[in-house]
């Protein structure tokens, strides 16, 4: 595949957690690949967690500082970057190599395309940390698998098998884990055939209903997350 066919963002530190530094790396890849010539965009991940959530040793590190100006930075980073997810206009692919959770599970909806190893798993345990729902999870959550399985989730801090996420519609299709990566790879070459204007013009389309309501709910999310 060359490089102008879809744009490649991997990221990696320590169980791929997320911090204000690594957030802004992202953000700015992003804003990058949304002006290349690159017809949709492979957000992944490497090694075998895909995202563990907010760092939040880092954040409480910084927190103990000047907790008024950095609890400001922190969710305003955090409000940015997916309002970033909300707006990007070309196609975003995530395939889920391993566990996703908190914000790494949350701003799956956000994407478009969204496939998991059969060894993934998913989970949102925000009442655990003391920490409230974000990534509009609370709007987008609901939406995918209902009000009870959302709660489950988001209240009660369930985790999901890859199996059961497709199942309640986080994730499109399930791979096995021995074909991961070739399965993946078959799904890109296809996407990256069709013309790129006609992604744009289809994904702006399926999100024109619900934009609106996406930046209301991180507005919202990122608000509570101040106070707390």
């Excluded at 990534?135 to 999901?160: D, Q, V």
Aim: charge should be positive; include cysteine.
């Amino acid at each position: 595949m060359d490089s102008h066919r879809y744009c490649y963002l991997l990221y990696q530190q320590k169980k791929n957690a997320l911090n204000t530094e690594v957030i802004k790396e992202i953000m700015n890849a992003l804003e990058r690949a949304a002006v290349d010539d690159s017809k949709f965009v492979l957000f992944s991940s490497a090694g075998s967690v895909f995202c563990s959530g907010l760092d939040f040793g880092h954040i409480v590190k910084n927190l103990r500082n000047d907790r008024n100006r950095m609890s400001t930075e922190i969710v305003d980073t955090i409000k940015s970057f997916v309002n970033v997810f909300i707006h990007f206009k070309k196609i975003i692919v995530v395939p889920v190599n391993g566990p996703a959770i908190g914000l790494g599970a949350s701003i799956l909806p956000l994407c478009d395309l969204v496939w998991a190893n059969e060894k993934a798993w998913f989970q949102t345990p925000y009442m655990t940390f003391g920490q409230s729902p974000d990534g509009c999870a609370t709007l987008t959550f609901p939406r995918i698998m209902g009000e009870a399985s959302a709660n489950e989730l988001l209240i009660g801090g369930r985790k999901l098998t890859a199996r059961e996420a497709s199942a309640k519609g986080l994730v499109s299709q399930v791979f096995l884990t021995s074909t991961f990566t070739q399965e993946v790879m078959i799904q890109i070459k296809r996407l990256a055939s069709y013309n790129p204007v006609m992604l744009q013009k289809c994904k702006a389309l399926v999100c024109s209903n619900i934009m609106m309501e996406l930046e209301q709910a991180n507005e919202r999310e990122c608000g509570m997350l101040k106070k707390i």
